[in-house]
């Protein structure tokens, strides 16, 4: 794996992400069993509020069959075999990691979706897959890991066709960190770099060339949906041992317990922002 690739793994969500066969596992669903889409949804989503956030892109992005769609930032495949499966568009899935890129083709193969999902395994700063232009183009919980935002812009730009929408869901810095909090988002949530307040958000946008841009603050629900989160994981904590081992359930437990803080000290705030490429 690259550099750049590997280094993501002081983030622990990214640790052992091979962990979903224990979730099908202890649903008794063997490994190579077909699979649907929304067998996978409690487990396959690295954003918040799940598929209602994909329901969200959908609509912003006014996706239909025919749509053609890049995913950047794809993870391990979640939000496109969501969309394959309901709306039957056409995913592109970028992702920088090789292992969460090849359990997402793996997992889609499954649901008997590789027809409908493409994934490549590769950097949006490189540009879309092979300088292709698409429909719509949506990327959840992925800028924060960036920290080149002028050139990542200037891809997502590049990546559409004249006319097409761009979905993001992101944060925005609402107050500075101290030291620990700084030490927390470079290592344990591999931020690539300053994270922009909304205002600067706007202007780099618009800065990029994108149009109608609607920015929603989901500060409020993204934090509720972390602190559950943290409190779901913690109740179960010894079933999560039992499925996954001490060391990948200490290690998750403790990166849910980072972002709990960083919402309620009041560093970090959540935005869905809607653009569009004149
Ligand atoms: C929090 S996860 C979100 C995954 C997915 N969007 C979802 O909602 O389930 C962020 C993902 O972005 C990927 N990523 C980070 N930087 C990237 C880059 N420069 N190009 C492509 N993918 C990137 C990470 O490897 C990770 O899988």
Redesign the pocket.
């Known amino acids: 794996m690259p550099d ?2 590997q280094s ?1 793994k002081s983030m622990k ?2 640790d052992q992400v091979e962990r979903i066969h224990n979730e099908l596992r202890a649903l008794g669903i063997a490994d190579d069993a077909p699979l649907t889409a929304a067998d996978l949804e409690p487990f ?4 918040y509020l799940g598929a209602e ?1 994909v329901e969200s892109a959908a609509t912003a992005l006014r996706l239909t069959r025919d749509s053609r769609l890049l ?6 495949g ?2 496109a075999r969501h969309l394959a499966a309901k709306i039957g568009c056409h995913v592109t899935a ?4 090789t292992d ?1 890129d090849a359990l997402s083709a793996e997992l889609n193969a499954r649901c008997g979706l590789a027809g409908r999902i493409e994934t490549v395994c ?4 490189d540009g879309p897959p092979d300088g292709r232009a698409f429909d719509a183009l949506m ?4 800028f924060i ?2 920290g080149d935002r002028q050139r990542l812009l200037a891809q997502c730009h590049a990546a559409l066709k004249p006319g097409g929408r761009i979905y993001i869901e992101d944060f925005h810095l609402l107050r500075a960190p101290d030291a620990d909090q700084q030490c927390d988002l470079s290592v344990k949530v591999r931020c ?1 770099g300053p994270i922009p307040a909304a205002a600067t958000y706007k202007a780099q946008m618009a800065e990029a060339g994108f149009a109608d841009i609607v920015f929603e603050d989901m500060t409020g629900r993204w934090s509720d949906f972390c602190r559950e989160r943290l409190r779901a994981f913690r109740a179960n904590h010894a079933g999560n041992v039992e499925k996954h081992g001490q060391a990948v359930t200490d290690g998750l437990e403790d990166f849910f317990r980072v972002i709990v803080g960083l919402f309620e000290d009041g560093v970090l705030g959540g935005l869905r922002i809607s653009a569009r490429r004149p």
């Open positions: 750049t690739a993501m969500l990214y396959d989503s690295y954003h956030a995913d950047v930032g794809s993870g391990i979640g939000s970028l992702e920088l990691q969460l590769g950097d949006i700063l990327s959840l919980l992925v890991h960036i690539g």
